[in-house]
């Protein structure tokens, strides 16, 4: 089993930045597609974004054009930068790696770290 930790996360005003790190136990990105998630109380856990092993990303809706995921093979870290941000982008954000063929999470749920948007 691989394990992550999330870090980065903090209180930022709208309209403001953060650069959310997710360090892996072993060199995972090169086997898995790796994804962010976020949950916020009260609603379902939220696939925010993913790349793929040869660089290919996607980003839900909401955030794309604002979000930029990326990583670090050497460093076995990876990113998301977050710009703009809005209220509704807090949550406690997760990394975990993709199930090969499927876009579901294997459940390697790190602690995630807190991002809270405010005034």
């Known amino acids: 089993q691989v394990r992550f930790v999330e870090s980065g996360g903090g209180l930022v005003q709208p309209g403001g930045s953060l650069k959310l790190s997710c360090a892996a136990s072993?060199?995972?990105?090169?086997?898995?597609?790796m994804a962010w998630y976020r949950h916020s109380p009260g609603k379902r856990r939220e696939m925010v974004a993913y790349?793929?092993?040869?660089?290919?990303?996607f980003y839900v809706d909401s955030v794309r054009g604002r979000f930029t995921i990326s990583t670090d093979n050497a460093a076995l870290t990876m990113y998301l930068q977050m710009n703009i941000l809005k209220p509704e982008d807090t949550a406690v954000y997760y990394c975990?790696?993709?199930?090969?063929?499927?876009?579901?999470?294997?459940?390697?749920w790190g602690p995630g770290t807190q991002v809270t948007v405010s005034e």
């Open positions: 975990t790696a993709l199930m090969p063929g499927r876009l579901e999470p294997y459940e390697w």
């Open positions: 072993g060199n995972v990105f090169s086997r898995y597609a």
């Open positions: 790349i793929y092993t040869n660089g290919d990303k």
